[in-house]
């Protein structure tokens, strides 16, 4: 097998014709625009049209990305946002139907203030006598407050890379 060297033109290239030159080898007007692609160098009109087009280009990729809709990223991050809050408005939730609100003591009375150590202390015994019931709704709370806390965690973290994401995907346009 003999090493050999082809060469069949451009497509649609025809033998002795080219493309940008005359046959004296001075530049056409195309070629000229081609090997001069200066600005200073370019006509108005053919400037304007060039800058017209451009626009109109950009003007097509903007509303081309709005008709679209939101991407599967913008998606995801949108519903890991939405999940999110929901699961803070659950920790809230669960705070605020444990919260003992401690009352002003400069404001009572000494007589309200026995009353109130003595609901106390019935309310302790009662727990004490009655704490399997009691302990049973304190276990389930504490499970329903791990789950929130470990779905917070991981929906943190799940917001965090989508907005990297959708971050590093602004930059590359």
Do not use: C
Not at 51 to 64: A, D, F, P, W
């Amino acid at each position: 097998m003999e090493d050999s060297l082809s060469h069949h033109g451009i497509k649609g290239q025809r033998w002795g014709v080219r493309r940008f030159q005359n046959k004296d080898g001075t530049l056409t007007s195309e070629g000229k625009r081609r090997a001069g692609q200066n600005v200073k160098d370019m006509p108005d009109d053919e400037l304007s049209s060039q800058v017209k087009r451009l626009n109109l280009e950009k003007q097509y990729k903007k509303l081309s990305k709005e008709d679209a809709g939101p991407t599967k990223l913008e998606s995801a991050k949108r519903a890991v946002d939405s999940a999110s809050g929901m699961l803070n408005q659950a920790k809230n939730m669960s705070r605020s139907t444990t919260k003992k609100v401690r009352p002003d003591l400069s404001k009572m009375s000494d007589k309200d203030l026995r009353d109130l150590i003595t609901r106390e202390n019935l309310e302790r015994q009662y727990t004490d006598l009655f704490g399997k019931e009691a302990a049973s709704v304190s276990r389930g709370k504490k499970i329903v407050d791990g789950i929130l806390e470990y779905g917070g965690g991981v929906l943190a973290v799940g917001s965090s890379a989508l907005g990297i994401a959708m971050a590093i995907k602004e930059l590359r346009k």
